[in-house]
């Protein structure tokens, strides 16, 4: 299923929101995600934060691909900033492009 322009920015506008439920700011900015399936329907979502009693970040494109579980295969991720690419030196995740590949997303869409 291919989504429409509405749908399109229906979901960006929901990440935005989703963004402004993290806790951060300046140096660490704001970031909402959500994952649409093959048929159109959100999967999952998330917003960039902490991980439980830790100072390590949990990003939020992550979180959501954790929530949609298989539902992702064949979807979309939308994210308010492009999914990362390297490890970062704080980070025991790894990153979360390969974690859309493997999760098998088909499209992704950003807004910066």
Not at 63 to 79: C, H, Q
Not at 86 to 96: M, N
């Amino acid at each position: 299923m291919v989504l429409s322009d509405d749908d399109l920015r229906y979901y960006m506008a929901r990440a935005i929101r989703l963004a402004k439920q993290s806790p951060f700011g300046i140096r660490r900015p704001f970031v909402g995600a959500l994952v649409v399936s093959e048929s159109g329907i959100l999967v999952g979502e998330g917003w960039k934060t902490l991980l439980d009693g830790t100072n390590l970040t949990v990003h939020a494109e992550r979180v959501a691909l954790n929530n949609a579980e298989e539902s992702a295969n064949r979807g979309y991720l939308f994210s308010t900033l492009e999914p990362c690419v390297k490890t970062h030196d704080d980070s025991i995740f790894r990153p979360c492009a390969e974690l859309a590949v493997e999760r098998g997303i088909h499209t992704v869409v950003i807004g910066l």
